[in-house]
């Protein structure tokens, strides 16, 4: 299986207000990943900031084949 998705430390700040902090993780070809949480626990925001690699404060790698074969949308 391949690595798709590596996501490595993420951290996004909101002036004051910490959104996300020191998110790590990886997804494996053919796995399936779900985010959980209440609202304003930060789901949108890493999912956005994996998706387009914006206004991210440290490192997210999302693999170029894993976009090529739409499977992440």
């Known amino acids: 299986m391949n690595k798709i998705i ?3 430390k993420v951290m996004k700040c909101y002036e004051t207000f910490k959104a996300l ?3 790590s993780f990886s997804v494996w070809e053919g796995e399936i990943l779900c985010f959980l949480g209440p609202n304003g626990a930060g789901k949108s925001t890493l999912i956005i ?3 387009t690699k914006l206004q991210v ?3 997210v790698e999302a693999i170029k084949k894993a976009l090529e ?3 992440i949308t």
Do not use: Q
């Open 57 to 59: 404060s440290n490192r």
């Open 21 to 23: 902090s020191n998110i």
């Open 49 to 51: 900031n994996i998706y």
């Open 69 to 71: 074969n739409g499977l």
């Open 6 to 8: 590596e996501v490595d």
